[in-house]
């Protein structure tokens, strides 16, 4: 086999892989089959560091290991008009966040605004699927969750706040609505998931270690991310030259909003790990849906939404550039070019879907990189 050839799978035999890999390990097939359309939309939209890429380490291993439950019972603690809170009872985050998000949205229908916040879930994969499901209802979708100890506060070197991304999604009357979809560190576990799989080395100011100098190993920055000696710098980087401040606060902004609304855990409650031994992580999420119409009518948003955003790419561009983009646009020209071509599967890639078609037997696939 020759590594330096490039693989790609295509969408639908990549998501049917994983919906199978869901139901052999346990998962309900209703449940395995929402499971796996959010990871293929992570896959669809060019962001590797959250689809197949993380099916065995991150979802697969943790049920094998009894640390996620299979099965989802999502359990109802408290309801109003325009508010939920509830229980995820250690599910598939994946099937908990859709359904807090289609809660939010129903009640946004109905009374203008709906929100809901969860607890005792797990990692909900790609926050702009949700904010995508208000898109396509015409709404506007806000979500964000907590995550185990990555980011340090600035002026500190230890891991205390989740990579806490806070995701937003509005329609435009373009092709792609507009999705900011971004963790609240200079870069996240994922990524450097991403530079260990490809044998890169990280820039300077995505790590930081317990002697404030930068690391750059990214196979060594993830053992010492859960050992707790490294640390993920805030947006803005190390200190406040640069403004670290402003995403250690909306780190923090995050993690206030999926523990303190809905009585969770946080922080160093959230590294799933106990006594050394692996426990659920027990992460909070919340979802805001607002329905444009109870503001302004859905084409006219749609509309100055989208000349707002023809507007900054016409702007002047700096010396050399070619292009400006705004927030969901790369991710329309990824999906185009891979719904054309497949998604791409590098070599350690290759090595856990192989793996786990063994393990699993599932002998109905047969992939040109075996």
């Avoid at 009894?66 to 994946?94: C, H, L, R, Y």
């Amino acid at each position: 086999m020759e590594s330096s050839k490039e693989y790609r799978i295509d969408f639908e035999t990549l998501e049917q892989f994983m919906f199978d890999v869901f139901v052999k390990v346990g998962v309900p097939e209703e449940d395995a089959r929402i499971c796996a359309e959010v990871l293929i939309e992570s896959d669809k939209r060019g962001i590797d560091s959250h689809g197949i890429g993380r099916l065995k380490p991150v979802y697969v291993d943790s049920i094998i290991d009894g640390v996620i439950d299979p099965v989802t019972k999502i359990k109802v603690v408290k309801e109003g008009p325009t508010t939920a809170v509830i229980d995820g009872q250690n599910g598939m985050g994946q099937v908990i966040g859709k359904r807090a998000m289609e809660m939010a949205m129903d009640k946004a229908a109905k009374y203008g605004m709906g929100m809901v916040a969860v607890r005792n879930s797990n990692h909900y994969g790609i926050a702009g699927y949700y904010v995508l499901m208000a898109c396509k209802r015409g709404m506007i979708g806000i979500t964000g969750t907590n995550a185990r100890p990555s980011i340090a506060p600035t002026f500190g070197v230890e891991n205390m706040l989740g990579t806490n991304p806070l995701t937003f999604g509005m329609p435009t009357d373009e092709e792609f609505p507009f999705v900011f979809d971004a963790a609240t560190s200079v870069a996240q576990r994922g990524k450097i998931e991403v530079y260990d799989r490809l044998g890169k080395e990280l820039p300077e100011g995505w790590v930081i270690g317990e002697d404030g100098k930068p690391k750059t190993d990214p196979g060594q920055v993830l053992k010492d991310l859960v050992a707790g000696t490294a640390a993920l710098t805030p947006l803005g980087g190390i200190g406040e030259e640069m403004a670290g401040y402003k995403g250690y606060g909306f780190a923090t902004v995050v993690e206030l909003l999926s523990a303190a609304l809905q009585g969770g855990k946080y922080l160093k409650a959230l590294s799933g790990l106990e006594n050394g031994k692996k426990v659920p992580r027990s992460l909070g999420h919340f979802f805001i849906a607002i329905d444009i119409e109870a503001f302004t009518e859905l084409e006219a948003f749609k509309k100055t939404a989208g000349d707002i955003l023809r507007a900054l790419r016409a702007s002047k561009r700096a010396p050399g550039e070619d292009r400006i983009y705004t927030a969901g646009e790369k991710e329309y020209l990824a999906y185009l070019e891979r719904r054309e071509k497949g998604v791409p599967i590098d070599e350690s890639l290759r090595k856990d879907i192989i793996q786990l078609k063994k393990t699993l037997n599932l002998d109905q696939y047969h992939f040109d990189f075996e």
